[in-house]
């Protein structure tokens, strides 16, 4: 018979979904059930246009503007706000055009961001944003340093704004019954969880193409922004129309796989545990095999050490896609899997899996996901703006998960066992400090 902790109603979802995860804060600016909420979106790479097409499918989002120093992007964005609700073309006019995101922010009509720049500019602009008395969608990883986030989250607070991260798997119906086993002890005593994306590419990767100048379509000192000056390089821009921006390859600008997808794989192993941050970290990896012109590695493992006596793990290889074999698994190449002494249970985008161990009551399951993750990110992001509640995304949330992620890469650069105070978000080794921290590059400051 399976395990009854396993009966899991579609209400308690819902509930989860809804409310599980939210504490009020009153600012005085609730809005009704049927306001307009004015949004402006600065960032219109592939991302951006995702989240963008997310917002619209629901009908109190009016695109106030849309906002890039990329010509191209900054079109194609417009041409997007011009479609209807289901995507069809000319349904709308089309939203105005802004090259400088100030302009965004001091447009007291606009009611929210949703910033999808480069990550390198994801906290100066949401703190900003905050400052400006707007919400906030930021996507993640919300920084390239821990104490950007922590920044970051002392910006919500302060100015009362609701901030919803793009780690969209927490709004996915599936994610939540997944995790909420784990929580319930359905699949017993967990004492290591495995989290890894996995591929097979081309060691040739990007290429090594030569600095140069900047496209005329382009602002490259204001996509540079607070990141230290560089020569335009094509790579570093990373504009691909078959692939998302390759400027996450650099250190500069983000953390490449690690954070890329760690944060997601790894969120959702820390949503299971009430958001528990790591004590200790190690990694090793580097271009074993990738001859581009990239910093960050492509093959990496990293170790996280838990207070509550469980170790996880992210693993990431780019050239071997094969990644589990056999079963009810075979072919994921992406996920978080708990292992606990009476089950394991997988859990990726598609579905949840969980697989007894020899001896248990529970049976052997799978459950697919059941709603668009990303769309009903969009819906709790707007129902949060109303009732001035945390969304599920909150970003003290957010900046947990990317604080793990950013461990890892500063253990693997430091080749240290970082010991972690997640409290004093300090580490035991001194070595740590210079990248916990970054430099601005003047005029830009980031200030609460």
Known sequence: ???????????????????????????????????????????????????????????????????????????????????????????????????????????????????????HWHAYMSVEACKAGKDVYVEKPISVAVDEGRKMVQAARKYNRVVQVGTQQRSGVHFQKATQLVKEGAIGKVTFIRTFNYGNGSPEGIGNPADAAAPSDLDWQMWLGPAPERPFNKNRFGVDPNAFSHF???????????????????????????????????????????????????????TYEYPNGMIATYENRMFNGNALYGGPLAGRTYGTIFHGDKGTLFVDRASYVLLPEKGSSLTETTVLSSNNHGRDHWRNFLDCIKTRNKPVSDIENGHRSTSTALLGNIALRTGLRLDWNAEKEVAAQPQAKPYLERKYRKPWELKV
């Open 248 to 302: 996450r390859w650099f250190w500069d600008y983000a953390g490449g796989m690690m954070t890329d997808w760690g944060v997601h794989v790894l969120d959702i192993a820390q949503m299971a545990f009430d958001e528990l941050a790591p004590k200790s970290v190690t990694a090793i990896g580097g271009k074993y095999v990738i001859k581009d012109n990239r910093d960050t590695p492509d093959t990496l493992q990293v």
């Open 1 to 119: 018979m399976p395990d009854s902790r396993l009966n899991f109603e579609r209400r308690d979802l819902i509930k989860l979904g809804a409310a599980a995860f939210t504490t009020a804060i009153f600012t005085g600016n609730v809005k009704g059930a049927n306001d307009r909420i004015r949004v402006s979106f600065i960032g219109t790479g592939r991302q951006g246009q995702g989240n963008m097409g997310s917002a619209m499918a629901h009908p109190e989002v009016e695109v106030a503007s849309v906002c890039d120093i990329y010509q191209p992007n900054l079109e194609k964005a417009q041409a997007r706000s011009a479609r209807g609700p289901n995507g069809e073309p000319g349904a709308r006019q089309p939203a105005k055009g802004v090259k400088d995101f100030r302009e965004v922010l001091a447009d007291k009509s606009i009611d929210a961001v949703c910033i999808a720049s480069p990550d």
